[in-house]
Each structure stands twice: as C-alpha cells, then as structure tokens.
T-cell receptor, first 111, second 113 residues
Framework: GENVEQHPSTLSVQEGDSAVIKCTYS??????FPWYKQELGKRPQLIID?????GEKKDQRIAVTLNKTAKHFSLHITETQPEDSAVYFC??????????FGPGTRLSVLP | GAVVSQHPSRVICKSGTSVKIECRSL??????MFWYRQFPKKSLMLMAT?????????EQGVEKDKFLINHASLTLSTLTVTSAHPEDSSFYIC?????????FGPGTRLTVT
C-alpha cells in the first residue's frame, strides 16, 4: 500500500522567511496530493492541493510542487507570519479515495 | 469546500459503554465519508470509508464489530464505539469526500474512564 513520508518533523523560521516542507510517496498510482493545516485542537483545513497532471500550483503565499518521476511533492510558504504556525500534513490519494497522510510537520514562525 | 459538523465535540464515558458520534454534511450530499482517529501529536489514521447505502470499508487492523459505521443518508454518517475501553480514548474526526477533495469535521474527543 501507499506510504507517505514527510520532512522535517519540526521547523522553526523567522517571520518573513520562507518555509519548505517535503513529502515522498511510494505508490505511482496516487494522483492527488493535498496539504492540510491543523491548529491545536482544531480540524485539518485544506490549504492547497495538486493533481498529478500539474507540476506546480500557487495560491498567494502558498505553493505546491510535484515531481512525479521522483514521487515527491513540496509545500512552499513565503513571507511567513505568526498565524502560519501550525501542524501541516501532506497526503497522497488515488482519485479522492484511500488517503494516506504523512506524519506531519510542526511549523513555528518566530516573531 | 464543504461544511461538515460533528457531534458531540467531547464525550466522557465509562469503560464498557457504547458511544455514538454523528457526522453531518451540511451543504453537500456526500456519497462518501471517512472516519479517522488521531492520537496526540500524531497523524490522521484512516479507520474506514463510509459509503451511503452500503457497508463501510474498514482499514486493516480496525475491528468492524467494535467501530460500527452507518451511512444511511447522503448527509449523515455515524460511528459507534461499542464496549469502549480506555485505549479507545482518542480524537475521532470525520470527513466528507467531494470529488477529489476531503473536508473535515471539527472532531470528537472521546475519553473512556
């Protein structure tokens, strides 16, 4: 079955700097890769996603890149703000089914 | 997106009792809902996929007789933890599948004493 790894497990950046979180997946049949942000005690919220027919997607300060050949995808957050502090999860899925989540990255943005 | 509610948000029960958690899709008719379990500072572990009008598909290692899932309508799925024990204490989160995407409910924190 699918296996998703995520690095780093914790990340601290200064406010205004960029943050990059990387994930790898094992199943080449996976074709949908979402990223979720979860604040303490709250629900995971979808922040950006990418399908396997696209190499990059951007939404304001957030971007995701996908390398299908290497089976890895990354989340890029620019101009980080304290409210970006949270746990971020990547996931891999086949057509909206069989979601497998990475272990998470705890991002701290220091003022 | 999709708006998903979950009830109750917190529940404390005694060992041996059963607890029912409801997940509602408020603005979308969901043929597929998912149930996850999340331990503190850990990732989301898929327990089962709930399909409206049919039996749920459970992940390996999840006891279907212990975690009963019912998806009787396009807006409601329920998870019943039967004969709960302290090790069942966890954060249970449901989600709604909308095309490729998933939208999560606010979660239910279950504590079994």
């Amino acid at each position: 079955g699918e296996n998703v790894e995520q690095h780093p497990s914790t990340l601290s950046v200064q406010e205004g700097d960029s943050a990059v979180i990387k994930c790898t997946y094992s199943d080449s049949a996976s074709n949908y890769f979402p990223w979720y942000k979860q604040e303490l005690g709250k629900r995971p919220q979808l922040i950006i996603d990418i399908r396997s027919n696209v190499g990059e997607k951007k939404d304001q300060r957030i971007a995701v890149t996908l390398n299908k050949t290497a089976k890895h995808f990354s989340l890029h957050i620019t101009e980080t703000q304290p409210e970006d502090s949270a746990v971020y999860f990547c996931a891999a899925s086949m057509g909206g089914q069989n979601f497998v989540f990475g272990p998470g990255t705890r991002l701290s943005v220091l003022p | 997106g999709a708006v998903v509610s979950q009830h109750p948000s917190r529940v404390i029960c005694k060992s041996g009792t059963s607890v029912k958690i409801e997940c509602r899709s408020l603005d979308f008719q969901a043929t597929t809902m998912f149930w996850y379990r999340q331990f503190p500072k850990k990732s989301l572990m898929l327990m089962a996929t709930s399909n409206e009008g049919s039996k749920a598909t459970y992940e390996q290692g999840v006891e279907k007789d212990k975690f009963l899932i019912n998806h009787a309508s396009l807006t409601l799925s329920t998870l019943t933890v039967t004969s709960a024990h302290p090790e069942d204490s966890s954060f249970y989160i449901c989600s709604v599948g909308k095309y490729y995407e998933q939208y999560f409910g606010p979660g239910t924190r279950l504590t079994v004493t």
